[in-house]
């Protein structure tokens, strides 16, 4: 380091503590990275890489972009996922002493962005930490909103997968962990999520937040939120004054839904597009504010199981829907409320600019409307929470009387406070206001001087003021009247010893304004940063306020019911729609279906063609059950639904390609992750499960699978399957019924009628969904012969594959020899065959196998065609030109009738 410039070793030294980060250094206007950074930020920016002379062996790679364009930078390395750390001059170069002092004032994270693109404006963009505690093997889970001041925490006793679950509904973005947090759960981490991992090991609890652990009983809280804390001071070097008192939460006070079936059920992003649009929280979000957009996608991803809970949800959503006109005039005043949570943390930040406090002030003015609008619905709850609407007032007064209605973005350039705010700021400003107002009737007396009509007094930074004349009139002047100043092209410059005098009254007194101007804003700011507990705590009522009239402007909209809770675990759906369906293909296209579940029904076994809505079916069982538990009126005309503590699904196929698993595994996986965890109270959706293996092996795990969830487990499930030979079950489980959805066939041709029957589908119709698909006709013709030699065949036989008697699962276990080892390390269930069970197997003739395996194509030997006569030829040309459609049953019956009679001779 010793060869370097003193620069490019202040630079290394600041490097030394953000290795992990792009250095930005402060260099006059702009802001300046070297070496490695250099090199890598020129490649994930696309900006020019340059170099420079730094000391040591040769030119030192250099880029840099401009310090009044560096957020639009910043914010491209942040989406990538990178650090950024911001190393400002923190002395004045004029009175420095050999290198300007430089320290990083800021490291911005992907978890700690407070603005910018990459801030959504309806979405939390949380930063996690992660504990391990060995001694009881449970979990410290925390997590924090930097630009809300949300902070939330909960202990879990399970297995890291819970975790993962934990951390892929808050979505976060970054997840602070210790140096020692074991490199195989990191692992874990990248492969379910795309998070910046980043490094804190101080967990001791600083003075500075402790009253916001206040209200945590165990320790092991308090330390996973100290090291959550740490990195945040550590890290933003700055007041957070707006960070909220940290709220405790266990995971089983809501209905919880793991990340595949959140994923499968399309909660609040598509599989296929990753995106809103064609999700539960697409079709649900008609919020009026940012914050309640934001609170609404919390609820999707924590229904509540508290009964009364959601019952007090239901009962606002009743009251808004009975009262129209209120609840337009709510939602017309809601439009105009910005972000109070993000305002007030910009307040505490230090990053709040005038406009954003005109926004501050224009909200708070629409909560004493909004008060008496709510408090004059008849609903107790409504009373409550208008009663708990602080509008504020202080603040709205003090805004009023100090900000002008439009200021400037900058807070150096002055015109933001209101005249009459302050005697100082008004002395200054009439000193400035006549000034300006002398130069102007001096401009007209030297015009009437001269006689030069063209004359005119300007100004710019470089030269202050000054009198401008052509050249063409420079004849008219006398000799020494004006001094000059500056000759231009077309045009001479000159001053005059008063004009002098005056532009420094003028220019002393903007200086002032300018100066106090900003003196006075951040003392206006300091003010507002007294009152942030009541701004987040009147955006939390906003914000429910705002999504509980969502979702009764959404009911009424679309004819949803409020649905009733049975303690009996009925459910009874009248007329259900898949709600977002319904809204893609428009309601008067949706074929509505009814569902029934009780104790003596707990199992539906689902048969039905492809295409012909199955999984839509099962989708929209467990969307109802979300909506409800949400607190928002679902998609029927009747609805009785227990209330569920989790729902499962495996529905859909796909490769998880980052871990390595095939469609079959991630399958079983799911499956398995369904059966392990759920209970008495759990709802299941299993769609086509076993269709990733060959026929039987496929089959055997889906009648396991049933046996085991009737015998052992007790849920609610929905299992849909191509497998008919099931359908023979209900004959054993005497708690699974059949019901398909039925199709017809019309000259030739499958027709939907997504219409949900009782009984099993006679056929599965696979070919003519094939056929619909547009597969080539030589495919679906030898399909075709396929098909009708295997029905031959069975119809030889009077055999057909059957599913296994069922028996209670206690017997299959015995029988079967099946030890279930549920391992950790891989997630899966690994089963070992018992003696007697490989002694069967072993049994098994291989030409009854190789039998099996069908091709297509080749292997199937055909009967040997009989060459036709020339009588027998000419009658089946007669009856391929015949037209059936266009015949009457007389008529062709009178017609076979006389080609079988040529036929026999």
Known sequence: MATYTPMIQQYLQVKADYQDAFLFFRLGDFYEMFFDDAI?????????????????????????????????????????????AICEQVEDPRQAKGVVKREVVQLITPGTMMEGRGLSEKENNYLASITVFEDDHTYGFAYNDLSTGENRVSLIKGTFDEVLNELSISGAKEVVVASTF???????????????????????????????????????????????????????????????????????????IDYYSKRNLELTETIRSKGKKGSLLWLLDETKTAMGGRLLKQWIDRPLINQDEIERRHSLVQTFISHYFERQDLREKLTEVYDLERLAGRVAFGNVNARDLVQLKRSLQQIPGIKQLVASLPNETAAMMAEQLDPCEEVTDLLE????????????????????????????RDASRNGKTWIAQLERQEREKTGIKSLKIGYNRVFGYYIEITRANLHLLQNDQYERKQTLSNAERFITPELKEKEALILQAEEKIVELEYQLFTEIREIIKEYIPNLQALAKRISELDVLQCFASISEERHYVKPQFSEEGRIYLKDGRHPVVEKVMNAQEYVPNDCYMD??????????????????????????????????????????????????????????????????????????????????????LFDEIGRGTSTYDGMALAQAMIEYIHDRIGSKTLFSTHYHELTVLDEGLDRLKNVHVSAIEQNGKVVFLHKIKEGAADKSYGIHVAELAELPQEVIRRANEILQTLEQKSDETGKRPASAKPQPFEKVEQQAGVIEQPSEQAGEIEVQPSEKAQQDSAAIEPTKIEQAQLSFFDEIKQPKKKDLDSKERKVLEQLKELNLLEMTPLQAMNTLYELHKKVKG
Not at 401 to 416: D, M, Q, T
Not at 606 to 631: C, D, E, F
Not at 652 to 660: F, K, M, R, T, Y
Request: charged share 25%; hydrophobic share 35%.
């Open 40 to 84: 890598k930020a020129s490649q994930e920016l696309e900006i020019t890489l340059t170099s420079r002379e730094g000391g040591g062996d040769g030119k030192i790679p250099m880029c840099g972009v401009p310090h009044h364009s560096a957020p639009q930078y910043i914010e491209q390395l942040i989406e990538k996922g990178y650090k950024v």
């Open 401 to 428: 009387r100090a900000l002008v209605e439009n200021p400037p973005l900058s807070l150096k350039e002055g015109n933001i406070i209101q005249d009459g705010y302050n005697e100082e700021l008004d002395r200054y």
């Open 182 to 256: 074991p490199d195989e759960l990191q692992r874990k981490i990248r492969e379910r999520a795309i998070v910046t991992i980043s490094f804190e090991n101080d967990e001791s609890i600083s003075g500075a937040y402790a009253l916001l652990l206040q209200d945590l009983d165990e320790l092991k809280m308090k330390q996973t939120v100290a090291r959550l804390l740490n990195y945040l001071y550590r890290t933003q070097k700055r007041s957070l004054d707006h960070l909220q008192p940290v709220s405790q939460y266990q995971i089983q006070q809501f209905m919880k």
């Open 599 to 684: 104790r003596d029904r707990e199992i539906l076994l689902i048969t039905g063609p492809n295409m012909s809505g199955k999984s839509t079916y099962m989708r929209q069982v467990a969307l109802t059950a979300i909506l409800a538990q949400i607190g928002c009126y679902v998609p029927a005309n009747e609805a009785i639904l227990p209330i569920f503590d989790q729902v499962f699904t495996r529905i859909g196929a796909a490769d998880d390609l980052i871990s390595g698993q095939s469609t079959f595994m991630v399958e079983m996986l799911e499956a398995k992750n369904a059966i392990t965890n759920a209970t008495k109270s759990s709802l299941i």
